[in-house]
Nanobody
């Protein structure tokens, strides 16, 4: 069992930045690739970014590439999502998730554990 808790969401103006964090407890953190997903009202949950167990490999959705950066600190059991140049369309609830796979996956149903989410609202 892995327990995930997100933090760092809030209200920010377009063009601004936020840094989301996800703290993990339970099973060995570095057994899991960690992903960030987001869900806007009335829309499906969508992939944002994923980082490998070691942190050496990352993959991003095209919509955030060049603006968001995922990172992890295995010593502190945390994963972060640095979000820069935020746009109105980035408004959503953001979730971190853990995947036991060695492959970097982008499909939400393949992730085993999920946090409760943190809201990010970008205003004009």
């Amino acid at each position: 069992q892995v327990h995930l808790v997100e933090s760092g969401g809030g209200l920010v103006q377009a063009g601004g930045s936020l840094r989301l964090s996800c703290a993990a407890s339970g099973h060995t953190f570095n057994w899991y690739a960690m992903g960030w997903f987001r869900q806007a009202p009335g829309k499906d949950r969508e992939f944002v970014a994923v980082i490998s167990r070691s942190g050496d490999n990352t993959h991003y959705a095209d919509s955030v590439k060049g603006r968001f950066t995922i990172s992890r600190d295995n010593a502190k059991n945390t994963v972060h999502l640095q979000m820069n140049s935020l746009k109105l369309e980035d408004t959503a609830a953001y979730f971190c998730a853990a995947d036991h796979s060695l492959v970097l996956r982008t499909s939400a149903p393949e992730y085993e554990y999920w946090g409760q989410g943190t809201q990010v609202t970008v205003s004009s």
